[in-house]
């Protein structure tokens, strides 16, 4: 059974930063895409940033040169470096693995990461 944990959410004033982590179970994670995605009140739930394994990494188009993904594959984790924060992206962040081929796709329970002052 896949797990994926999420932690470092929390509260931060605007241009503070936080660290998300996710760390995985249960699979061979270095055959993932990983990604974060995030979902605020009222709104769908949209993609971040996501990294195949190695370092192609793509960001939405809000968070470029402010979030940085990475990810260890020898520790099954992956990280959101998260700077200059601003209130617009409060929001619950979900971390997922996908593999296109195997049609497969977990979810974690997500974080809560709320920018206000």
């Known amino acids: 059974q896949v797990q994926l944990v999420e932690s470092g959410g929390g509260l931060v004033q605007p241009g503070g930063s936080l660290r998300l982590s996710c760390a995985a179970s249960?699979?061979?994670?270095?055959?993932?895409?990983m990604g974060w995605y995030r979902q605020a009140p009222g709104k769908q739930r949209e993609l971040v940033a996501n990294?195949?394994?190695?370092?192609?990494?793509n960001y939405a188009d809000s968070v470029k040169g402010r979030f940085t993904i990475s990810r260890d594959n020898a520790k099954n984790s992956m990280y959101l470096q998260m700077n200059s924060l601003k209130p617009e992206d409060t929001a619950v962040y979900y971390c997922?693995?996908?593999?296109?081929?195997?049609?497969?796709?977990?979810w974690g329970q997500g974080t809560q990461v709320t920018v206000s002052s």
């Open positions: 249960g699979t061979i994670f270095s055959i993932f895409t």
């Open positions: 990294i195949v394994s190695g370092t192609s990494t």
């Open positions: 997922n693995a996908h593999h296109e081929r195997l049609a497969l796709s977990y």
